[in-house]
C-alpha cells in the first residue's frame, strides 16, 4: 500500500492552512496514494493557546470535518486528519481529535489525543492541559486496500509517542501501521523525535508513519518536523529532512511486517 505523510507549517488562518493542506493532499493522490496523513494542529497553529476554543467542532458538523471528507471524496483517498479541536463539553477546553475519513467522505474512526504536552526549560513553555482535555481510550481501525489486504492501523498524536504502552496496547490488538500526526517542537524533536519514532516500529514490529509540522510558523514557533516513515525493524523507509511542507510517499509491504514477526516473534513473547 502506498502512503503518503504529509508536512506542513501551518498559520494562523484556518481557512489558508485548509487551501494548503488540499494542494498537498492533491499531490499525494496524484502520486498514487490510498492513506494520507496530515499533522497535528494542520488547520490551526494560532497565536495563543486559547485560540482553538472558538475553532472547536461537533461531530459531524464543522468546516474542517467538510473539507476533509470533501477531499476524501473528490481524490478517492483514506484520509487521517492530522488533528481538530473538537468539543469537550465545557467551554475552557476542546479535544485534540483525530479523524479518519474513507474515501466515501464517511468518518471511519475518531481518536481523542490521550497525553498532553508539558514542557518548561526556562525559555520555551508549553502545557496543552491548559485548554486541552485528554482522551481516554485507543483507536485502532482498518483500512481495506485495492490489493484485497486489510490493513490494521493505530492512532496517536504527537506526546503520546513518549509512551510506549499506548503502542502496545495497539499491537496487542494487532495494530500493523502506527501513525503519528505531531508538532513536535524544534528543542525536543532535535533531541528525540526520530529516536522514539524508531523505537516504537521496533518493539511492535510495525510500520509507523509520523507527519509532522516542520519549521517556521506565524506565531514564532519552530517545529521540528522530518516527516518520516519507519518500517518494523526500525529502518527509515522515506523521509523528509528539509523544513517546509512537502509530501513523503512510502510503499508498506504486509509481507515485510510478517517477516520480522515470523524471525522476532517478541510480541508473543510478553510477559508484563
Known sequence: MKIAAIQMVSGTGREANLARARTLLAQAAGAGAELAALPEYFCLMGQRDTD???LRET?????????????????GLWIVGGTLPMDAGDDGHVFNTTLVYSP???????????????????REQYDEARVIAPGRTPV?????????????????????????????ALAAQGAELLLVPAAFTHTTGQAHWELLLRARAIENLAWVAAPAQGGRHENGRR???????????GQLAAERRE????????????????????QLPALGHRVL
Do not use: M
Open 223 to 233: 517545529t521540528w518536523g522530518q516527516t518520516l516513515v519507519a518500517d518494523p525493524w
Open 104 to 122: 466515501d467522505g464517511a468518518c471511519a474512526a475518531r481518536y481523542d489525543k490521550i497525553h498532553l504536552f508539558c514542557f518548561d526549560n526556562g
Open 59 to 75: 461531530p459531524g458538523q464543522g468546516p474542517v470535518q467538510d473539507f476533509l471528507a470533501g477531499c476524501a471524496r473528490e481524490f
Open 140 to 168: 485502532l481501525f482498518e483500512l481495506p486496500s485495492r490489493d484485497g489486504q486489510r490493513w490494521k492501523i493505530g492512532l496517536s498524536v504527537c506526546y503520546d509517542l513518549r509512551f510506549p504502552e499506548l503502542y502496545r
Open 52 to 54: 482553538k476554543l472558538p
Open 243 to 262: 523544513e517546509g511542507e512537502g509530501v513523503v510517499l512510502a510503499e508498506l509491504d504486509i509481507a515485510r511486517l510478517r517477516a520480522c514477526r515470523q
